[in-house]
């Protein structure tokens, strides 16, 4: 085989099959040309060396197939836009569940040295480079087979006067603040200055009109009020700075998720601490006279607290992300 | 990138601007692709043959061109030649590069 077909051959192996056979030949033809024209030009008869110098000058195999195939993407621009947004979704879920691992770790005391931090901060890393290799994979399958022709078609379909109907997310409507502020002064006066009243009490007797106490938060629920305290003043501080600033920026978001944080970290220890509420036995004996034994029902109702704060544990999370997400983009 | 080398990575786009409407305007006879480049070089527009070979073969998916083999001398040649389609491009295209010519030199004159 010449040197000629040799080049030809490399440059059709990097080319479709089905365009191999006519592009090679063309390839061929032109290259016949080309030595045709020189040797004709310079006196030289076609040789080793002239087709060496030519094919040097045509281009590498890789080059020249390159140039005749339509440019070729992962994830086209098309896609892209969506692609990013995915992703940035994906990285901030990874990023909200490593803080509320690590946050519940600290909580209970499970991270007790340097180590087990850069542990959970590789687990972080893997995370979000298995995140990473997933949402890019998901693409490149959508790349390749979804119909991009109907998302150019929708393009055209679009209407700029759907802007204004677009509700616009940055502005802080201002009742979110002052019911927030209203329910934290409401917890602040009532578990620091009536904690007596968090009860749930049930009359004894109609005549004497005496009063059972029924249910009672514990001590190690008062043990966190310290804590619940500083973040309460925190969120006032904060609802009222959104008072004043009237839209989110970046600095708001930013303090948004570290109240959000902190809460989750207060959260943790109650969920993790002992039963934070109390049900008197005899007060239970008494409104269940004749009834089933009521013996488990203290131990099943500190279980569905734990439940519903870690709840709200997830929606806090939730927000986390949420905040982290829209911080990034409007940066 | 500097500002010159700016320039200079701007100028070949404006030059791809014309290509297609050269390479049709030169392919109202029929020639083989090496010939075209040739004519083309000779009547000032350099073009390497990476760049020609695929934009014949995609004017013909088109249908402004049309191809026929042949063996000329001593080696098969592929002749391009301006299909109907082709023509009726011309027109449509000389038109709007006359109004594009019309445009910027009045823009760079100052009017």
Do not use: C
Request: hydrophobic share 50%; glycine share 8%.
């Amino acid at each position: 085989m010449s040197l000629l077909d040799r080049y030809v051959k490399e440059v059709g192996s990097h080319l479709p099959p089905k365009q191999r056979t006519d592009i090679e030949a063309e390839i061929k033809s032109s290259l016949q040309d080309i030595l045709q024209e020189k040797s004709a030009r310079t006196g030289v008869t076609v040789d080793e060396t002239l087709m060496l110098a030519v094919l040097k000058e045509y281009g590498k195999p890789e080059k020249v197939a390159a140039s005749y195939l339509p440019p070729r993407y992962l994830i086209g621009p098309e896609l892209f836009p969506i692609f990013w947004l995915v992703l940035k979704i994906g990285l901030g879920i990874v990023a909200a569940i490593a803080v509320l691992v690590f946050a519940a770790r600290t909580a209970v005391g499970d991270i007790q040295s340097w180590a087990e931090v850069g542990a959970n901060i590789s687990g972080l890393f893997n995370g979000a480079i298995a995140t990473l290799g997933w949402v890019v994979v998901t693409f490149i399958i959508l790349e390749r087979f979804l119909p991009l022709q109907k998302l150019k078609g929708k393009e055209r379909d679009w209407d700029p006067a759907e802007l204004l109907k677009k509700p616009d997310t940055e502005l802080i409507p201002l009742s979110t603040p002052i019911v927030a502020i209203l329910f934290t002064l409401a917890a602040l006066i009532l578990f620091n200055i009536f904690p007596d009243f968090v009860a749930i009490k049930a009359v004894k007797t109609l005549t004497d009109n005496e009063w059972v106490t029924l249910i009672t938060l514990t001590d190690a629920f008062y043990a966190q009020i310290p804590w619940l305290n500083v973040l309460w003043l925190l969120s006032l501080g904060f609802h009222g700075a959104t008072i004043w600033q009237r839209r989110w920026q970046p600095w708001t978001r930013a303090a948004q998720i570290g109240l959000h944080v902190f809460s989750i970290v207060i959260l943790i220890r109650l969920i993790t601490g002992a039963d934070i509420i109390y049900f008197d036995p005899a007060a239970l004996e008494y409104l269940n006279a004749g009834g089933a034994p009521l013996d488990n029902i203290g131990a099943i109702s500190n279980i569905g607290l734990r439940a519903a704060l870690g709840i709200a544990v997830v929606v806090s999370l939730f927000e986390i992300g949420k905040n982290g997400y829209k911080m990034v983009n409007q940066q | 990138m500097t500002p010159d080398e700016q320039i200079e990575s701007g100028l070949p786009a404006l030059r791809r601007g014309v290509i297609v409407l050269a390479v049709l305007s030169q392919l109202q006879t029929e020639k083989y692709g090496y010939a075209l480049l040739k004519d083309l070089s000779d009547k000032g527009l350099e073009i390497d043959q990476g760049t020609l070979y695929p934009l014949l073969r995609r004017l013909e998916s088109q249908g402004l061109l049309q191809s026929s083999w042949r063996v000329d001398a001593d080696h098969p040649r592929r002749y391009y030649v301006v299909s109907d389609a082709g023509r009726k491009a011309i027109v449509q295209m000389q038109s709007e590069w006359r109004g594009i010519v019309e445009m910027m030199s009045r823009m760079l004159s100052g009017e």
